[in-house]
């Protein structure tokens, strides 16, 4: 994985390139950062790699990679913050979702 689209970010970058070269995946990963570090876009190409059934490639189609693309993929979930917290009901919404 090489994270192309990603500019910069680069520890984050070899970080999780790591976990992946080793099997070293873990249950869950966090990306804090000031807005605009594109922590968002970091995280959601490495998300898709990690769900990926098949290639890992690009334009793969698998299940999971068509799930994911079409914004529904039940293993991937992004919660927005309103101001500096997230609210109670989003994390409701995503412990009903995943259980
Ligand atoms: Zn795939």
Redesign the pocket.
């Known amino acids: 994985m090489k994270f192309e689209s990603v500019i910069g970010n680069e520890n984050v970058k070899d970080y999780l390139r790591k976990n992946l070269e080793t099997n070293n995946i873990l249950h869950s990963y966090l990306f804090l950062g000031t807005e605009g570090i594109g922590k968002l876009k970091l995280s959601k190409e490495f998300a898709k790699f990690v769900l990926?059934?098949?290639?890992?490639e690009e334009n793969?189609t698998?299940k999971?990679?068509l799930c994911y693309q079409g914004g529904n993929h039940p293993d991937f979930t992004v919660i927005n913050e309103d101001g500096n917290t997230i609210k109670i009901e989003d994390v409701r919404n995503l412990t009903r979702k995943n259980y």
């Open positions: 990926c059934l098949k290639n890992q793969c698998c999971s990679c």
